[in-house]
Every structure is written in structure tokens, then in C-alpha cells.
């Protein structure tokens, strides 16, 4: 029987179609994300970025202005968000208790500081680098100042609602549920267990000491009871 030719065998197997590859953006993000979690954050280059995301630099500049652009996007489109729960519980601050609430700000903010923090710590380690970044994300309206901005609008919207003490510092409320939060991230690394506290008791802890602290003193039942 005579054999088929290289060509007609081809043609008799077509290959299997290749998959679409991801958008560029998406590989940019992708692949800054996985350099920035193992590298860092000041050793990442947007060269490497760009040659692991199989672009050229100039096209990943074609998406992002710059290093800090990218960390800034890689931190709202590849963790956890804070942002869009406190935008929610502002606008409607009574749909659930004080106490629920919070639980639920204390466990988002701990997941994003839990995967930030290994990003982002290199910067110390270089002050004249870090101060660069936080001119350019100042520039940009963000920061890590700007998370207690949105939990202290969030417990003002509660105060005026009448949940928090009329005299109670909301910023330096926020400033003490975030802060434990990022202490969360690294603090107990060195102890005897060496990881985390777990947040399903991490965070309604929290929840619950802080509002000891800012619930009306003479209706502190009311903080619990989202009528």
C-alpha cells in the first residue's frame, strides 16, 4: 500500500488548535504579581516583568506608567479588597450589627495584609527607594494611609448613626483594628507556632475588644443589634 505523504498526513491530522493566550494586561499583572510575592517589590524590575510576561517593556508601558502603577494595580485587581466592603458598610452602616461588621473588616483587611506584606517589605530595606515609591503612589491618591482613611469614614457613618460613642476617635479606632491586622502579617512568625493566629478567631476577637472600646457606653447591647 503505498504510503501518504508528510503533507497529506498533516493534513489527514489536523493539530489541536492552540488556546488563546491571555490578554497583555493580564499577563503583565499576572506576572508582576508572582515577582513582586517572590522577589519583592524594590528587586522586581518591569524588565522582568515583561520578559516573564513575554512582552517587551515598552508594550507593558503601553498598559502601566510605572513600577508603581503596576504595584498599586497588582494590590486592588490581585488581592484582597478592602475598598469596595467599606464603601458598602458606610453606605449602609445598620444593615447588620457593629460587632458583625467589624468581623468582617478585620478578616478582609488581615487576608490583604497577610499577602501585601511579603510584596511591599523589601522597600524598607532601602529608604531612599521607598520614599521615591511613596511620592509616586502619593501622586497617584494612594497609600497605606488610605485603608484607615475608609475604616474611620466607616465608623464615622456608625457614630452619626449612633452605634459609636459620640466621642470616640474614629481614625484612631481604625488605626487600632489595622494595625493588628498588619501585625498579623509578620508579628508572630517567631513565636512557638511560628503562623498566624487563625482569622475565624483572630477577627471576631478583634471585632469584640475594639468595640468595647467605642460602643455607646449606656447602650452597649445596641452595638450588637442591627434594628
Known amino acids: ?19 488563546p493566550s491571555k490578554p497583555a494586561r493580564i499577563r503583565i499583572l499576572d506576572a508582576a504579581h508572582e515577582l513582586m510575592l517572590t522577589l519583592g517589590l524594590s528587586r522586581t524590575t518591569t524588565k522582568e516583568i515583561a520578559r516573564a510576561a513575554g512582552c517587551s517593556e515598552a508594550a ?16 486592588h485587581e490581585r488581592l484582597p479588597r478592602l475598598g469596595p466592603l467599606l464603601e458598602r458598610l458606610t453606605a449602609e452602616p445598620r444593615e447588620h450589627s457593629l460587632e458583625e461588621n467589624l468581623t468582617q473588616i478585620a478578616r478582609q483587611a488581615a487576608l490583604f495584609y497577610e499577602q501585601s506584606f511579603p510584596i ?7 529608604p531612599q527607594l521607598k520614599r521615591r515609591h511613596d511620592d509616586a503612589v502619593r501622586a497617584m491618591g494612594a497609600g497605606p494611609h ?3 482613611r475608609g475604616v474611620a469614614a466607616y465608623l464615622l457613618a456608625e457614630q452619626r448613626a449612633g452605634r459609636v460613642q459620640p ?9 487600632l483594628l ?19 493566629p487563625p ?15 467605642i460602643a455607646p457606653r449606656d447602650t452597649g447591647a445596641a452595638a450588637a443589634d442591627p434594628r
Do not use: N, W
Not at 500500500?1 to 488556546?19: D, F, I, L, V
Not at 511591599?120 to 532601602?126: M, Q, V
Not at 470616640?168 to 479606632?173: I, S
Open 167 to 175: 466621642d470616640a476617635d474614629t481614625y484612631a479606632a481604625a488605626s
Open 60 to 75: 507593558l508601558y503601553k498598559y502601566f506608567a510605572s513600577k508603581e502603577e503596576l504595584f498599586i494595580r497588582v494590590l
Open 178 to 196: 489595622l494595625g493588628a491586622c498588619a501585625q498579623r502579617a509578620f508579628a508572630y512568625d517567631a513565636t512557638e507556632e511560628g503562623t498566624p
Open 199 to 213: 482569622l475565624d478567631t483572630f477577627a471576631p476577637a478583634l471585632a469584640r475588644t475594639l468595640l468595647a472600646g
Open 146 to 148: 488610605m485603608p484607615i
Open 1 to 19: 500500500m503505498q504510503q501518504k505523504s508528510a503533507t497529506e498526513a498533516t493534513q489527514a491530522t489536523p493539530s489541536e488548535p492552540s488556546k
Open 120 to 126: 511591599a517589605a523589601s522597600l524598607y530595606a532601602d
